[in-house]
């Protein structure tokens, strides 16, 4: 029976990686898709999440005769936040998820893929520990605790990333190159390298500005916490709910 445990274990585990793989691979091989399918997720889930939230919240809002007013207009007052409010984050999503990883730059984008994987990795592994040890729900946490922090996480891969040259922060003549080769009409592709290499740019300016407020030794780290990239903290945030609550799901069945 242990031996039989043990193995369900790691074939769940072997099959979370491969999904982590699986969805680096689908934004960095077809960015559209990858966006289009960020923004049905997160609508799918924000609508839900919710709608759920604020039938919880009201009493939180409002005074008690107040909110027994409210109450009752919940049907309606309920349901137009959340469809309001999901179709705002899913359409960020989607366009935080393109401009991640839509480009020209081969190379910069494959590492971006990678940064974005072991980021989403850690994301479902602590949704696990915090369902195993706390009796969290994974989609709770997910959507509405862990985004913020994901993103510094991943701000701080990308830094990282940037230290080793992998990632070029363009100076002022060669932005100025980018936007003169850039043509009238760009693509999506030349369109999103273009937005990251002024988000780039304006990450730099903000650490420049920094220096003079918190010193030269603090202003990357406080630079990497400011980023334009913890924006993309949200879509692990959404990839995380969704392959979690599926290895939760698939632990309570099999194990």
Same mark, same amino acid.
């Given at each position: 029976?242990?031996?039989?445990?043990?193995?369900?274990?790691?074939?769940?585990?072997?099959?979370?990686?491969?999904?982590?793989?699986?969805?680096?691979?689908?934004?960095?091989?077809?960015?559209?898709?990858f966006?289009?399918?960020?923004?049905?997720?997160?609508?799918?889930?924000?609508?839900?999440?919710?709608?759920?939230?604020?039938?919880?919240?009201?009493?939180?809002?409002?005074?008690?005769?107040?909110?027994?007013?409210?109450?009752?207009?919940?049907?309606v007052?309920?349901?137009?936040?959340? =469809?309001?409010?999901?179709? #705002?984050? /899913?359409?960020? %999503?989607?366009? $935080?998820?393109? *401009?991640?990883?839509?480009?020209?730059?081969?190379?910069?984008?494959?590492?971006?893929?990678?940064?974005?994987?072991?980021?989403?990795?850690?994301?479902?592994?602590?949704?696990?520990?915090?369902?195993?040890?706390?009796?969290?729900?994974?989609?709770?946490?997910g959507?509405?605790?862990?985004?913020?922090?994901?993103?510094?996480?991943?701000?701080?891969g990308?830094?990282?990333?940037?230290?080793?040259?992998?990632?070029?922060?363009?100076?002022?003549?060669?932005?100025?190159?980018?936007?003169?080769?850039?043509?009238?009409?760009?693509?999506?592709e030349q369109?999103?390298?273009?937005?990251?290499?002024?988000?780039?740019?304006?990450?730099?300016?903000?650490v420049? =500005?920094?220096?003079?407020? #918190?010193? /030269?030794?603090? %202003?990357?780290? $406080?630079?990497? *916490?400011?980023?334009?990239?913890?924006l993309?903290?949200?879509?692990?945030?959404?990839?995380?709910?969704?392959?979690?609550?599926?290895?939760?799901?698939?632990?309570?069945?099999?194990?």
């Amino acid at each position: 029976m242990v031996v039989v445990r043990i193995l369900v274990n790691a074939i769940i585990m072997v099959a979370e990686i491969a999904a982590v793989a699986g969805v680096a691979w689908i934004g960095h091989a077809y960015p559209l898709y990858f966006a289009a399918g960020t923004a049905a997720f997160a609508f799918a889930l924000g609508l839900r999440l919710e709608h759920a939230r604020l039938r919880h919240e009201l009493p939180f809002y409002f005074g008690e005769r107040s909110a027994a007013a409210a109450g009752k207009g919940a049907g309606v007052l309920v349901p137009f936040v959340a =469809l309001s409010s999901s179709l #705002v984050r /899913a359409a960020v %999503a989607g366009i $935080v998820a393109l *401009l991640t990883f839509s480009g020209t730059d081969g190379e910069r984008l494959t590492w971006i893929a990678a940064v974005f994987g072991i980021t989403l990795y850690a994301a479902t592994s602590l949704l696990r520990y915090l369902t195993v040890r706390l009796d969290a729900r994974p989609s709770r946490w997910g959507y509405f605790r862990l985004a913020a922090p994901l993103g510094v996480l991943y701000s701080v891969g990308l830094a990282l990333a940037g230290s080793f040259g992998v990632v070029h922060t363009p100076g002022t003549i060669d932005l100025g190159r980018t936007i003169f080769n850039t043509p009238v009409k760009p693509s999506v592709e030349q369109a999103s390298e273009l937005l990251f290499q002024l988000k780039l740019y304006i990450d730099s300016i903000v650490v420049t =500005l920094l220096r003079t407020v #918190v010193g /030269a030794d603090w %202003a990357p780290a $406080v630079g990497v *916490l400011l980023s334009v990239n913890v924006l993309t903290g949200f879509v692990v945030a959404i990839y995380a709910v969704v392959i979690a609550e599926a290895v939760v799901g698939a632990e309570d069945r099999l194990l």
